[in-house]
């Protein structure tokens, strides 16, 4: 009788010392986020279930969009925790250091280097993997940078008489004020596609300088091309590299 009641009581304290898990990964203050995310990911206290002390776990602010570091009713899209100009919400899908404004040390903020479209997390201007994405149906291009969709712009694609081509192609060619020689027009921000036939470019301008208005964006009715709006054409020219993929979809 006293070896069951010794074993049990071996059992209990097992239990009493086991630590806690969270996706069967060590969780030290039972928040339900394991303690190497903690400390690897959200930069939270693996030895408090409340990092900002407000009365929510951490996992609960987590899993509601809200920042687990600010005592206010913060969500991670408009809080800046390290004041780097990324938000918390961003800084996780591009994988820095929420709490440090320059997570590979070279610098230049983390906000600043996914504007510029350089690599926060290795030291010096090494360029982030980019895409292009236009659908044509919806009239809208999605910049994806490092793999994170990261800004959409509406454009107004062909005409269903000069339709824009659908497909893979990559960026041949760039000019600041690129010359229409079938339809006398300028293209702003030129980017070129499929050996300069069509392209990316700002709204165009006629030579009298009337300039295609901004109305016509989210309507087809380019000769083929994908024309953008001031600002944002101007915006990923200033990063698009030459041999950037651009895939359109119908």
Avoid at 27 to 48: A, F, L, R
Avoid at 135 to 152: A, H, I, M, N, P
Avoid at 159 to 169: A, E, I, N, Y
Wanted: hydrophobic residues 35%; aromatic residues 12%; negative net charge.
């Amino acid at each position: 009788m006293w070896r069951r009641s010794f074993y049990l009581i071996v059992f209990l304290l097992s239990l009493s010392f086991s630590p806690a898990l969270a996706n069967n990964l060590p969780d030290q203050d039972s928040d339900g986020v394991p303690d190497q995310d903690e400390i690897n990911i959200y930069h939270t206290d693996p030895y408090s279930r409340d990092t900002d002390q407000d009365g929510y776990s951490d996992r609960e602010e987590l899993l509601h969009g809200f920042s687990p570091h600010n005592s206010k009713p913060v969500t991670l899209a408009d809080n800046d925790q390290d004041g780097d100009g990324l938000s918390d919400f961003w800084e996780l899908r591009f994988k820095t250091n929420l709490v440090v404004a320059d997570t590979d040390g070279d610098g230049i903020n983390d906000g600043q280097e996914i504007e510029a479209a350089t690599n926060p997390r290795e030291a010096g201007k090494v360029k982030l993997p980019m895409r292009l994405d236009i659908v044509l149906s919806r009239q809208e291009l999605t910049y994806w940078l490092d793999g994170v969709k990261f800004k959409q712009f509406p454009v107004s694609t062909g005409k269903p008489s000069t339709p824009t081509p659908t497909g893979h192609f990559k960026v041949v060619a760039k000019s600041l004020k690129a010359w229409s020689k079938p339809y006398g027009l300028w293209m702003p921000y030129w980017m070129g596609l499929d050996h300069g036939q069509f392209g990316i470019h700002e709204l165009p301008i006629w030579p009298n300088g009337y300039r295609e208005g901004a109305n016509h964006l989210g309507k087809p009715v380019s000769h083929g091309c994908i024309r953008l709006g001031i600002g944002p054409a101007k915006y990923l020219y200033d990063r698009v590299d030459i041999g950037t993929e651009v895939n359109i979809y119908k």
